[in-house]
């Protein structure tokens, strides 16, 4: 936990300007909900937030095991912050192998509540300890607080009428109840979450409600932790606030940009982890306007968003990256007919199946270039939870403006990770509105618009504007099957140039620090966190170090060869093997330092930080 912000009082509380908690245990241990439980409670409380949800890809990951550990970890804080944290100050281990695989993360001195009951001969040789870790001295730089927490639920619950089966589901509130007690947490918001889940199952509220009482009330009356700490609300700016998550706020931008362009959302999509949630969202918002169709493959599902633009809707499929790869043949249909298409990648580790549950931005190059013959497409990415909402408003405007399919690129930790929304006010929201072709006088299907060279959008059965379509090339200005090499190369430059020109319509970067100086950052994605973090860090170090972070991937903003102009080095963290990197190098023959991390976790701080050190030294 970071430096008090003010002395130990005589009641052995103190003040934090901020704190990391983590939940690990099996994924039958509920460490999803409990973590989501902390989380909201804390945005109640007003606190700034940031949460990493990290799960196994197995639906029934072996017990007791590493690879079975499901931890959520969050940073709660009383200023801005970006991420979910470095390293846990507090870790709640339900079994040894949570212990095992979390406990390099926590800081010195850093408190473990360790559910002793699962310390047994069985588990501990499942997670790899000859001897119990809570006996031997391989914790004694650690604040280890043991508790027999299926023991004492049971005790708690002995009366509930409840079998032994429910009384043990209900542990991982008796440890949340800890640390809210901990942390000064209210119970309030949880017990009426419970009692609204649980409305009818009353005896499974009730249990649960007792058991996170006792949780707190043991801390309370046997005195467990030295003392008690208290995160105060964060100064953030004035307005309603949620707590949102990647996936929900993503969504919410879809149907907003529908609602303000006047057009139907429909959503074509097979079901993908980690975007499979933005479908079940969807599907929620039929009075809205939404049509949700979930298709027997990711062929038919993008086909039909494609179908959909055809006939004047807003047409949008969402996927991960092996969906993406079935997608390309159809996202080339759509640059060939020119129609307005939002295709959503929620990114995760690769290649084929490769790592479902785990974070990665290695799509970008398939973004870019995952087609046969010269298919440019406008490419967004949204940078943190929050900014999913924004990012997919603007996919959507560059589709309708420019009559072309958008590649929107998220990725599983901002899909599923989750922090404090401002809700937009609706009257700043873009104007989007739509103005399809009606009129038959002078129409041809590929006229081109004189500022963005869009062609026209005629839905079919208006009368007049019946035209030919489909992925062979086409005619200039007629829209005609053309198999005419001179017009072909015609129509190769002017599609490119069209998703040139969205670059007039997109604002210029802004560097974050120093505006010039040593060391230039480049961020796109869900590294915006940790590289602001880090460059906090080596300004106040007294380094000259500036941050940009890109939203536009295709094109790029207007101003972006002169910000490069202006450091001396210039860093690109990635979760991948340097993609950004490689395309940067080749639009603005730079020399530029790449700085890979492909382990399905996002960065920290700190590693950033250092490779910025290293780069300073030389």
């Known amino acids: 936990m970071s430096a008090p912000a003010a002395e130990e009082s005589k009641?052995?509380?103190?003040?934090?300007?901020?704190?990391?908690?983590?939940?690990?245990?099996?994924?039958?241990?509920?460490?999803?909900?409990?973590?989501?439980?902390?989380t909201s409670t804390s945005a109640l409380v007003g606190n700034d937030l940031a949460t990493l949800p990290d799960f196994p890809?197995?639906?029934?990951?072996?017990?007791?095991?590493?690879?079975?550990?499901?931890?959520?970890?969050?940073?709660?804080?009383?200023?801005?912050?970006?991420?979910?944290?470095?390293?846990?100050?507090?870790?709640?281990?339900?079994?040894?192998?949570?212990?095992?695989?979390?406990?390099?993360?926590?800081?010195?001195?850093?408190?473990?509540?360790?559910n002793t009951d699962e310390f047994h001969k069985g588990n501990l040789k499942k997670?790899?300890?000859?001897?119990?870790?809570?006996?031997?001295?391989?914790?004694?730089?650690?604040?280890?607080?043991?508790?027999?927490?299926?023991?004492?639920?049971?005790?708690?619950?002995?009366?509930?009428?409840?079998?032994?089966?429910?009384?043990?589901?209900?542990?991982?509130?008796?440890?949340?109840?800890?640390?809210?007690?901990?942390?000064?947490?209210?119970?309030?918001?949880?017990?009426?979450?419970?009692?609204?889940?649980?409305?009818?199952?009353?005896?499974?509220?009730?249990?649960?409600?007792?058991?996170?009482?006792a949780g707190f009330n043991y801390c309370d009356t046997i005195e467990v932790f030295q003392t008690r700490y208290e995160v105060e609300p964060a100064k953030l700016p004035a307005g309603t606030y949620r707590n949102v998550m990647g996936n929900v706020a993503l969504g919410l931008g879809l149907v907003a940009a529908s609602r303000r362009s006047g057009l139907p959302l429909f959503l074509g999509s097979y079901p993908i982890t980690p975007a499979s949630d933005i479908l079940h969202q969807l599907s929620g918002y039929k009075n809205y306007g939404v049509v949700?169709?979930?298709?027997?493959?990711?062929?038919?599902?993008?086909?039909?968003?494609?179908?959909?633009?055809?006939?004047?809707?807003?047409?949008?499929?969402?996927?991960?990256?092996?969906?993406?790869?079935?997608?390309?043949?159809?996202?080339?249909?759509?640059?060939?007919?020119?129609?307005?298409?939002?295709?959503?990648?929620?990114?995760?580790?690769?290649?084929?199946?490769?790592?479902?549950?785990?974070?990665?931005?290695?799509?970008?190059?398939q973004a870019m270039f995952g087609r046969n013959g010269e298919s440019p497409v406008p490419i967004v990415s949204c940078s943190s939870p929050a900014d999913a909402f924004d990012a997919a408003m603007e996919a959507c405007r560059i589709a309708i403006r420019y009559m072309t399919p958008v590649i929107l690129l998220s990725d599983g930790y901002i899909a599923n990770g989750s922090e404090p929304w401002r809700l937009p006010d609706l009257a700043s929201l873009p104007d989007l509105r739509v103005e399809f072709r009606t009129?038959?006088?002078?129409?041809?299907?590929?006229?081109?618009?004189?500022?963005?060279?869009?062609?026209?959008?005629?839905?079919?059965?208006?009368?007049?504007?019946?035209?030919?379509?489909?992925?062979?090339?086409?005619?200039?200005?007629?829209?005609?099957?053309s198999y005419d090499p001179v017009n072909h190369e015609k129509m190769i430059h002017l599609r490119a140039e069209k998703v040139e020109r969205i670059a007039r319509t997109i604002p210029d970067v802004v560097i974050d620090g120093d505006q010039e100086g040593q060391i230039l950052l480049i961020g796109w994605g869900s590294t915006q966190g940790a590289i602001t973090g880090a460059v906090r860090l080596a300004r106040e170090e007294g380094h000259k170090?500036?941050?940009?972070?890109?939203?536009?991937?295709?094109?790029?903003?207007?101003?972006?060869?002169?910000?490069?102009?202006?450091?001396?080095?210039?860093?690109?963290?990635?979760?991948?093997?340097?993609?950004?990197?490689?395309?940067?190098?080749?639009?603005?023959v730079r020399d530029l330092v790449s700085l890979p991390k492909v382990q399905g976790k996002p960065f920290y701080r700190r590693e950033i930080l250092a490779k910025m050190h290293e780069l300073l030294e030389a």
């Open 545 to 588: 170090v500036g941050y940009i972070h890109l939203r536009h991937l295709n094109p790029f903003p207007p101003n972006l060869a002169d910000v490069l102009s202006r450091f001396e080095k210039v860093l690109i963290p990635e979760i991948n093997m340097g993609q950004l990197a490689l395309i940067l190098r080749a639009k603005f």
């Open 127 to 213: 997670a790899g300890y000859e001897v119990s870790p809570l006996e031997d001295d391989s914790l004694a730089g650690f604040r280890v607080v043991q508790a027999e927490l299926g023991k004492m639920t049971r005790e708690v619950l002995k009366d509930s009428g409840l079998d032994s089966k429910a009384q043990s589901r209900c542990k991982n509130f008796l440890a949340l109840g800890m640390v809210y007690w901990l942390f000064s947490r209210p119970l309030e918001p949880t017990i009426q979450w419970l009692e609204e889940k649980f409305a009818k199952k009353p005896e499974l509220a009730a249990a649960n409600v007792a058991v996170l009482r």
């Open 11 to 38: 009641n052995h509380s103190e003040r934090l300007v901020e704190a990391v908690v983590r939940f690990a245990g099996d994924s039958g241990d509920g460490m999803q909900l409990t973590g989501g439980q902390f």
């Open 292 to 365: 949700t169709v979930q298709a027997e493959d990711e062929i038919a599902a993008v086909s039909a968003a494609i179908g959909a633009s055809f006939g004047g809707a807003l047409g949008v499929t969402t996927t991960s990256g092996p969906g993406l790869a079935l997608k390309s043949e159809a996202i080339g249909l759509a640059v060939m007919t020119e129609l307005p298409l939002v295709v959503v990648n929620i990114q995760r580790g690769g290649p084929s199946t490769g790592l479902p549950t785990k974070t990665e931005q290695a799509d970008l190059l």
């Open 439 to 481: 009129d038959p006088e002078g129409f041809q299907p590929y006229m081109r618009d004189p500022e963005t060279l869009a062609r026209p959008w005629a839905i079919p059965g208006t009368a007049g504007l019946e035209h030919r379509i489909g992925g062979l090339e086409k005619e200039d200005v007629t829209g005609n099957v």
């Open 57 to 114: 890809a197995e639906i029934r990951a072996p017990a007791g095991t590493l690879p079975g550990v499901s931890a959520y970890q969050v940073r709660i804080a009383n200023y801005d912050i970006h991420t979910p944290g470095d390293a846990p100050d507090v870790l709640v281990a339900m079994n040894p192998a949570a212990l095992k695989k979390s406990i390099g993360d926590l800081k010195p001195n850093g408190i473990v509540i360790a």
